[in-house]
């Protein structure tokens, strides 16, 4: 066996033990172009598009346009970048991308709604069963191994939670990521300008804050519970009449142990030492 063949051969063993589960991101798979943008375009992808842009139409129309608009940034952002395009998984972007706002339904009986939980984990956690329904009916179940769903719904859940998927899965972080890029100071040069342009003019931003009031301020009045620890509790306090969450923040959750450890232990004397920092760890 020639040198060069050994060479080629370990190398062909060395990218088999270092692919991802699925290798979307390594393999070529198909492209289209959408608003300018190069974006993957396989038939799950295809099939959440459809979906984005069918389901909304009656009643949240800015919807498809901001989950356009967030998987389109993203796509530019990471097209921008040949690192980024060779290793994330595009599928799982794109994907998440466009099922990252499912908890925002307000559809009678949504599937993707529910009283207990916040619209940030309602959303992961049905973009995961959206996808397993897919597959079960489509095909390509065993692609979408337990992983690659816990990426999408990972990217998803923590979409307010910031900073928090800094340390994740890239292919999280870059879902939480290109939904950041709705929310701009100023344009990401990521991005680019003649992007920014084309991806605006094909998928208007006119009404996304509005919606965005409307919805939040909807979830404070239908399930008001799961909003008193969260940022949605603002939109009730500011706008629904009768909200309150006094006595269900997390503040006073804590106020409450207080009250009763002390009544509890009222001789154990609480002495906190300050060290030479004055407490603070950033010193
Ligand atoms: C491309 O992305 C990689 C991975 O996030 C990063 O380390 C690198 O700095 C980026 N390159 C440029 C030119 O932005
Ligand atoms: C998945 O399919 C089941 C059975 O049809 C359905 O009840 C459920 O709502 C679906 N879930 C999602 C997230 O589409
Ligand atoms: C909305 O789109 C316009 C271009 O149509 C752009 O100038 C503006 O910055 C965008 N606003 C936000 C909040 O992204
Ligand atoms: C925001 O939503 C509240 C509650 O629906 C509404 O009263 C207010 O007018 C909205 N603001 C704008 C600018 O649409």
């Not at 389109?72 to 990471?78: E, P, Q, S």
């Not at 959303?123 to 065993?142: E, H, L, P, Q």
């Not at 931003?205 to 404070?220: E, K, Q």
Request: net charge neutral; aromatic share 14%; glycine share 8%.
């Amino acid at each position: 066996m020639k040198f060069s063949s050994i060479a080629s051969g370990l190398a062909l063993a060395g990218a088999a033990v270092a692919a991802p589960s699925t290798d979307f991101a390594l393999a070529s798979y198909p492209t289209t172009t959408v608003a300018g943008v190069e974006v993957i375009d396989t038939p799950i992808v295809r099939a959440a598009r459809s979906f984005i842009e069918t389901y909304y139409k009656d009643y949240q129309p800015y919807l498809t346009n901001h989950l356009y608009r967030t998987w389109l940034f993203g796509a530019a952002a990471i097209n921008n970048n040949a690192t980024l395009k060779a290793t994330l998984d595009l599928e799982v972007h794109a994907v998440g991308c466009m099922l990252h706002d499912l908890g925002w339904d307000i559809k009678p009986h949504s599937p993707y709604t529910t009283a207990t939980y916040t619209f940030e984990v309602d959303s992961g956690r049905f973009a995961m069963d959206w996808i397993k329904n897919w597959t079960k009916v489509n095909g390509g179940a065993a692609a979408w191994d337990e992983v690659r769903l816990q990426k999408v719904n990972l990217g998803i859940m923590l979409q307010t939670f910031i900073g928090a998927t800094d340390f994740v899965f890239p292919d999280s972080m870059w879902i939480t990521k290109s939904v950041g890029f709705e929310f701009p100071v100023g344009e990401s040069p990521l991005i680019g300008s003649k992007n920014y342009d084309n991806i605006w003019k094909a998928y208007s931003n006119s009404t996304l804050f509005r919606g965005t009031n409307y919805t939040f301020t909807n979830m404070a009045v239908y399930k008001p519970a799961a909003t008193y620890t969260t940022f949605i509790s603002d939109f009730g306090k500011n706008y629904v009449k009768g909200y309150s969450n006094a006595g269900s923040t997390l503040f006073d959750l804590i106020q409450g142990g207080l009250k009763g450890e002390v009544a509890e232990y009222p001789n154990v004397p609480f002495v906190q030492k300050i060290p030479p920092n004055g407490g603070n760890p950033l010193n």
